[in-house]
């Protein structure tokens, strides 16, 4: 069982539509990141969220942590191609940061 | 600085050979992570350290699996013997601490026939 489950695990839609990825554990974090890989690289930070109920926004990407930070969403408005990618949930229960099995999203021009 | 840096790249080895893996991290950075990717299991933690200081290591599946870090700049993940299951990409990461931003290498990509 993972620590961190991702739903769904596989995404394809067309440009310009929304769309929201989960990520969800039975644990409490005291903060959780959210990363996007791109094939042959290593993922890169997009966000950390701290505060219970937090939303935060970087462009057209929203993040929020739920309320009793078990879990977090990832939404995108008007989804572009280059949003293509592996988004990875994390969390360091003991300092070892952990992460989900990843949403990986395809947008099609 | 030139972010962590790990080779090689690639790597394509005889199964029952050994193969070492090789990072250096972030200078200034006191953790760092290994992790395998693979399609079926994710992106799974093998082992990370804290001040060179092996912290858990219940992540390496078995005995054939052993990393060091003998200074602050370089750590090797070897596999000996390797099997064809073994074949993943293995990465390395640094951070400051354990639980904020983890710094990832671009990967070594292993394939063990």
């Known amino acids: 069982t993972q620590l961190l489950e991702q739903s769904p695990q596989f995404l394809s839609i067309q440009e310009g539509e929304n769309l929201t990825v989960y990520c969800n554990s039975s644990s409490v974090f005291s903060s959780l990141q959210w990363y996007r890989q791109e094939p042959g690289e290593g993922p890169v930070l997009l966000v950390t969220v701290v505060t219970g109920g937090e939303v935060k926004k970087l462009k057209r990407l929203t993040f929020q942590f739920g309320d009793a930070r078990k879990d977090s969403s990832l939404h995108i408005t008007a989804a572009q191609p280059g949003d293509t990618g592996l988004y990875l949930c994390?969390?360091?229960?003991?300092?070892?940061?952990?992460f989900g099995a990843g949403t990986r999203l395809t947008v099609k021009p | 600085d030139a972010g962590v840096i790990q080779s090689p790249r690639h790597e394509v080895t005889e199964m029952g050979q050994e193969v070492t893996l090789r990072c250096k991290p972030i200078?200034?950075?006191?953790?760092l992570f290994w992790y395998r990717q693979t399609m079926m299991r994710g992106l799974e933690l093998l082992i990370y350290f804290n001040n060179n200081v092996p912290i858990d290591d219940s992540g390496m599946p078995e005995d054939r699996f052993s990393a060091k870090m003998p200074n602050a700049s370089f750590s090797t993940l070897k596999i000996q013997p390797s099997e064809p299951r073994d074949s993943a990409v293995y990465f390395c990461a640094s951070s400051p601490t354990g639980w904020t931003e983890a710094f990832f290498g671009q990967g070594t990509r292993l394939t063990v026939v």
């Open positions: 200078s200034g950075h006191d953790y």
């Open positions: 994390a969390g360091a229960p003991n300092n070892d940061m952990r």
